[in-house]
Structures are given as structure tokens and as C-alpha cells.
């Protein structure tokens, strides 16, 4: 089974920027789709993006025009590229995939902290 690993999360001011990384343990991105996921806390777990193995992105509204998820298939990586960044951004962001055949997420890395203040 994959296994996967978040790095990149720290404090940043409001309007700042960071990159999360994500290294998957086996090449999965020709054939899985991955994710990133938020959860702040007293709050849910809550869908930020997805990307396809055939390059289709999806986005939450709420960071829409802000965040770009990409892979680099050849070092086995997820990233995610966050602009314009806003202390609701704050949360623990996880890392996730999905075969083809499965009809949720359900392979997550252990998180890394996001802190949006000023």
C-alpha cells in the first residue's frame, strides 16, 4: 500500500505564500487520483483539491483562483501551491489518493500544520 508523506506547512503572514509537498512511496499518478484535504480545528475534514492522472484539477470554492495543485510523476510528488493566503486558510493539511476503482479517499499522509497569521 502507498504511503504518503506531507512536508512544507509553517506560519505565514496573510497574503503570503507556501508550497506543500507531498512524496508517495510507490508511482501511483499514472493511475490514481490525488488530493489535498484540510481540517481546522472544531471543524471537519474539508475537500481543498484533486488532480487526475490525466491532469484534470478540482477545486474547493473557497480557494479557487488562490491554490494550484500539480504532480511530478518522474519524482513521485503532489504539490500544492497556495497564494494569496487568509488566516481561514489556517488548518492541518493531508495529503490523499484514490484508485480508479474506490469511490472515496482513503489513503492519507499524517498532515502538516498551516498557520495563516500576522
Known amino acids: 500500500q502507498v504511503q504518503l508523506v506531507e512536508s512544507g506547512g509553517g506560519l505565514v503572514q496573510p497574503g503570503g505564500s507556501l508550497r506543500l509537498a507531498c512524496a508517495a512511496s510507490i508511482n501511483i499518478f499514472s493511475i490514481n487520483t490525488m488530493g489535498w484535504y484540510r481540517q481546522s480545528p472544531g471543524k471537519e475534514r474539508e475537500f481543498v483539491a484533486q488532480?487526475?492522472?490525466?491532469?484534470?484539477?478540482v477545486y474547493a470554492d473557497s480557494v479557487k483562483g488562490r491554490f494550484t495543485i500539480s504532480t511530478d510523476n518522474a519524482k513521485k510528488m503532489v504539490y500544492l501551491q497556495m497564494n494569496s493566503l487568509k488566516p481561514e486558510d489556517t488548518a492541518v493539511y493531508y495529503c490523499?489518493?484514490?484508485?480508479?476503482?474506490?469511490?472515496?479517499?482513503?489513503?492519507w499522509g499524517q498532515g502538516t500544520l498551516v498557520t495563516v497569521s500576522s
Open positions: 490523499t489518493t484514490r484508485a480508479p476503482f474506490e469511490s472515496a479517499f482513503n489513503t
Open positions: 488532480i487526475t492522472s490525466g491532469g484534470v484539477t
